[in-house]
């Protein structure tokens, strides 16, 4: 084992020291990053209902070669080849809201959800209806998997509404995406949100509990042999006032 002499250990401590800054200074870029992308996304989602159909620099139809490229679905598009690298479908949190929000102009209603986790920074969550679960959950792995095409795009722009908002948590307000069903107002969201602990349940170990019996063998038959023993004594004490009572009602019979 190397030995450091003082000057060489404070050096070593200076260095871990500066490690553990900078690798703390990585976590709160990271957050920041993924909040800005939502900030992204909200601001050009309010331009678009401020009636800024063209939020992009680009232009809307693409030529090249012949292609024409629809850019109107290019947010829906983006938001969900997001959120599909992003989540990988693990530790779901089954929550009930039951409760209609408003957000901007539409009602949205939150009822029993799941959520699931993203590998952005953060703690951004993505939390659908518990009755799309399936339907969201084929969409994003398909769209993991290959590009959406513009029918797919367009019909999913159809009956769903993007809107970016905030939500309420821990006494702060934090940027979020929601997408609202057009017809049911079942809604999808994306957000650090909620700020909940899945409840730990406490399981009962059969082999960890055998085992403690085991522990105390002797004891245990000590007090079968006592708890035998008082019963033996309490027959012993009850016999004699069995025969007395039978031999009374025995008597009055007489």
Same mark, same amino acid.
């Given at each position: 084992?190397a030995?450091?002499? &003082?000057?060489?250990l404070?050096?070593l401590?200076?260095?871990h020291t500066l490690y +553990?800054?900078k690798?703390?200074?990585e976590?709160?870029?990271?957050?920041?990053?993924?909040?800005?992308?939502l900030?992204? %996304?909200? #601001?050009? #989602?309010?331009?678009q209902a401020?009636?800024?159909?063209?939020v992009?620099?680009?232009?809307?139809?693409?030529?090249?070669g012949g292609?024409t490229e629809?850019?109107?679905?290019?947010?829906?598009r983006?938001f969900?080849? @997001?959120?599909a690298? &992003?989540?990988?479908?693990k530790?779901?949190?089954?929550?009930?809201?039951? &409760?209609?929000v408003?957000v901007?102009?539409?009602?949205a209603?939150l009822?029993r959800?799941?959520? @699931?986790?993203l590998?952005?920074p953060?703690? #951004?969550?993505l939390n659908?209806?518990q009755t799309?679960?399936?339907?969201?959950?084929?969409?994003?792995?398909?769209a993991?998997? +290959?590009?959406?095409?513009q029918?797919?795009l367009?019909?999913?722009?159809?009956s769903w509404?993007m809107i970016g908002?905030?939500?309420?948590?821990?006494g702060?307000?934090?940027p979020?995406i929601? #997408?609202?069903?057009r017809e049911?107002?079942?809604t999808?969201i994306?957000?650090? @949100?909620?700020?909940i602990q899945?409840?730990?349940k406490a399981?009962?170990d059969?082999?960890e509990?055998?085992?403690?019996?085991?522990?105390?063998?002797?004891?245990?038959v000590l007090?079968?042999e006592?708890?035998?023993?008082n019963?033996?004594?309490?027959?012993a %004490?009850?016999?004699?006032e069995r025969?007395?009572?039978? +031999?009374?009602?025995?008597?009055?019979? %007489?």
């Amino acid at each position: 084992m190397a030995h450091f002499d &003082s000057d060489e250990l404070a050096e070593l401590q200076k260095l871990h020291t500066l490690y +553990r800054e900078k690798c703390a200074e990585e976590i709160r870029q990271l957050e920041e990053l993924a909040k800005a992308k939502l900030d992204v %996304q909200q #601001l050009r #989602l309010r331009l678009q209902a401020c009636g800024v159909t063209n939020v992009s620099l680009v232009p809307k139809d693409l030529r090249c070669g012949g292609h024409t490229e629809d850019t109107s679905t290019a947010e829906i598009r983006n938001f969900i080849h @997001w959120v599909a690298e &992003s989540c990988e479908f693990k530790d779901p949190v089954i929550f009930d809201v039951g &409760s209609a929000v408003r957000v901007g102009t539409r009602d949205a209603f939150l009822g029993r959800m799941v959520s @699931w986790p993203l590998s952005e920074p953060g703690g #951004l969550k993505l939390n659908v209806p518990q009755t799309m679960e399936c339907e969201i959950k084929e969409l994003l792995q398909r769209a993991r998997r +290959r590009a959406l095409d513009q029918k797919e795009l367009q019909h999913f722009a159809k009956s769903w509404e993007m809107i970016g908002a905030e939500v309420a948590g821990e006494g702060t307000t934090r940027p979020a995406i929601f #997408l609202i069903h057009r017809e049911t107002d079942e809604t999808v969201i994306v957000a650090a @949100w909620p700020c909940i602990q899945p409840t730990v349940k406490a399981t009962f170990d059969p082999d960890e509990y055998f085992k403690a019996l085991s522990c105390k063998p002797t004891e245990s038959v000590l007090h079968c042999e006592s708890a035998s023993n008082n019963a033996s004594a309490c027959l012993a %004490q009850a016999e004699p006032e069995r025969l007395t009572k039978s +031999r009374s009602a025995g008597h009055l019979q %007489q």
